[in-house]
């Protein structure tokens, strides 16, 4: 059910900023621009690529090199899949100490001419970190399972 949520803010999201450059654009082609217009679309942006990341990560169509795993037994495979998914847990809960920082320090600051804090922008990090690492968290936990180790 989170994926679903997930799935639908991401798409509201990126509606909203398809809506939001379009209607920015043809504001300034009849002289009357919308001066707020980037710093929205930027925000926007930034949740967005987040929601992305983690739906990537939980349908497993991220980046990945396979040119050790696919020179190993299949259970060296597993055992280094299950040490990939602890080392990715512990830098992303590594970032996420970062990035509670960075949203903090940054909430005194306004944005350009929407005036919002800039947290808001980092609060993106912080909430799209928390994601990834459930996300790692619950395949750990799948992958233990699946190999009848747990």
């Known amino acids: 059910m989170l994926k679903q949520i997930e799935f639908a803010c991401a798409g509201i999201l990126l509606v909203a900023i398809v809506v ?3 209607v920015a654009s043809i504001a300034r082609a009849v002289g009357s621009p ?3 217009s980037i710093e929205m679309a930027q925000l926007i942006f930034v949740w967005l690529c987040m929601l992305a990341a983690d739906i990537g990560m ?6 990945g090199l ?4 696919d020179n190993i ?4 495979r597993d055992l280094v899949e299950l040490f ?4 990715i847990i512990g830098f992303l809960a590594f970032l ?3 990035a509670w920082g960075n949203m903090i320090l940054m909430h005194p600051r306004l ?4 005036q919002i804090h800039a947290s808001y922008i980092h609060a993106s990090m912080v909430v799209g970190l928390i994601l990834l690492m459930r996300t790692m968290v619950f395949k750990l936990i799948e992958r233990i399972r699946s190999r009848g180790q747990f």
């Open 20 to 22: 939001l450059v379009g």
């Open 96 to 98: 996420l100490y970062y």
């Open 34 to 36: 919308i001066i707020w």
């Open 84 to 87: 990939n998914i602890v080392v």
């Open 73 to 76: 037994s299949p259970r060296a």
């Open 66 to 69: 396979q040119i050790l795993q």
């Open 111 to 114: 944005v350009g001419a929407t």
């Open 58 to 63: 939980q349908e497993n169509r991220h980046f």
